[in-house]
């Protein structure tokens, strides 16, 4: 079962690479057959900078959809907490049990005092 990020992530991933390839297809395919005469060399200098960016910027949205749609969901904060609980409560130190009757009336001489 995936998450809501990774369900999100993956539809950004595809939608942007199918808009990346159809805006490919559109620019160097469809242009070319509806008037062939339209393609010189003046719309060269915009269509390939606009089209290097369009594609950055598709390649960094697709990324990012990758991104969150591989990446695990984090561990919700009741889990983080209790694993927390759980060291302190590991680290606290157990008192030695007296070894002998004379030490165990020391140490209760000790606590009436």
Known sequence: MT???Q?????IFIVCLVIGIL???G?????????P???K???WLIAIPVFLAFIVIMAIGAWIGWTMATTPP???IEEITSEIEEKKEEEKPVEAAPETAEEEK???RKRKS
Do not use: C, H, R, V
Request: zero cysteines.
């Open 3 to 5: 998450s809501k990020d």
């Open 7 to 11: 369900a999100i992530g993956g539809i």
């Open 23 to 25: 805006y490919t297809i």
């Open 27 to 35: 620019l160097f395919y469809f242009g070319y057959m509806q008037n």
């Open 37 to 39: 005469a339209f393609w």
């Open 41 to 43: 060399i003046e719309i």
């Open 74 to 76: 984090p561990k919700p």
């Open 106 to 108: 020391k140490a209760e």
